[in-house]
């Protein structure tokens, strides 16, 4: 199962201040900083070097192939479980450092589909606790069915003090007005969720790391920004994957300096755009349309010194993604 069909299955079982919030490093950025780089090459700050796995995986050979940790996708096990796994991941020298819980459904108009949504974001969490993690990953809610833009022709304002979506595009948008209506709903109830997990968050050290993913909202970075800030809270951070947003056309360089110290984590994987750029596949890491040595240095800029989860698509082994991997974190 690939991490994508991962998430979807999982929704179907269910210091720089920014914006006046004066935040210290995050837990996961202090303990990412106080362990030894793996390859930092000219920068500051080292990039650490993770998969995607399982309990049921071969750690020793995630640990020989060269990385330093996985990105857990058994969210949905008991702490005491959680424990036993953690002491089989730090026997072969690697560490959990994220739980993918993925999908949530927070804009969900029946209570109980709300309600199940934040019961499972709270097993997450205590599982997280339980291996050792820092963050979870979570999809606060997707939107669609409806009219929507194009890619190319989103133009959104939005008003930075209620995150109310007054347009996605230049001129007449009453064709988009279901949309507008819908991502103003869904900001408002993934707020309001995403703030109730806050206390757990909390009593569990674990971080909330919001992924902005394919759906359909807060299509920009200044968007995005804005809503984890209005969290108000260290414990719901963003979880920055590196080529989801390509597709939108905004250069994750953008989205990295733009969000700065509201990164927690990254997932490291490409896009490749068409040549009229309006569509696009997922290729092997390092031969799609991300400017991999731009987005290093825009990582070292905001002071990024954390995990990166690799997500590679096609038949090549951990050795090789691991070598990819490295040629990023050296900036090449």
């Known amino acids: 199962m690939t991490r994508r069909q991962f998430v979807a299955a999982g929704a179907a079982v269910a210091g720089v201040a920014v914006a006046g919030v004066g935040w210290l490093p995050s837990v996961s950025a202090v303990a990412a900083e106080a362990e030894e780089p793996a390859v930092t090459g000219p920068f500051r700050h080292p990039f650490h070097k993770a998969v995607f796995a399982t309990l049921k995986d071969d750690f020793h050979k995630i640990k020989a192939a ?11 096990v008991s702490p ?7 002491k089989k991941v730090e026997a072969a020298g690697l ?25 499972s974001a709270t097993v997450a969490l205590r599982a997280a606790q339980a291996y050792g993690a820092d963050t979870v990953l979570l999809v606060p809610c997707k939107v669609g069915g409806m009219p929507m833009p194009n890619p190319w022709e989103l133009d959104l304002d939005f008003d930075e003090r209620t995150l109310k979506l007054n347009r996605v595009v230049k001129g007449d948008n009453s064709r988009y007005q279901a949309y507008i209506d819908a991502q103003n709903r869904a900001t408002e109830t993934s707020l309001v969720n995403l703030r109730k997990l806050i206390p757990i968050a909390e009593r569990a050290g674990v971080i909330v790391g919001v992924e902005e993913v394919w759906n359909n909202l807060w299509l920009r970075p200044e968007f995005f920004k804005h809503l984890i ?8 951070q963003a979880y920055f994957d590196i080529a989801n947003m390509v597709k939108y056309l ?6 990295i300096r733009t969000l700065g110290k509201l990164i927690v984590k990254c997932h490291v994987k490409d896009y490749k755009l ?8 997922w290729p ?25 989860t690799i997500e590679s698509p096609g038949p090549i082994s951990l050795e090789e993604q691991n070598r990819r991997f490295d040629l990023i ?3 090449k």
Do not use: M
């Open 80 to 86: 005491e479980t959680a424990r036993e796994g953690r």
């Open 250 to 255: 905004i250069p994750p360089e953008q989205w």
């Open 284 to 308: 092997t890491l390092r031969e799609g349309s991300v400017n991999w040595p731009e987005v290093r240095k825009a990582l070292d800029e905001v002071g990024y010194g954390g995990w990166g």
């Open 329 to 331: 974190i050296a900036g």
């Open 66 to 76: 060269g990385f330093e940790g996985i990105e857990c996708l058994d969210w949905n």
């Open 95 to 119: 560490r959990v450092h994220s739980v993918l819980r993925g999908w949530l459904d927070f804009n969900s108009s029946k209570a109980n589909e709300v309600e199940n949504s934040l019961g």
């Open 274 to 281: 068409s040549a009229d750029r309006h569509s696009g596949t």
């Open 229 to 236: 800030v209005a969290c108000d809270s260290q414990w719901i």
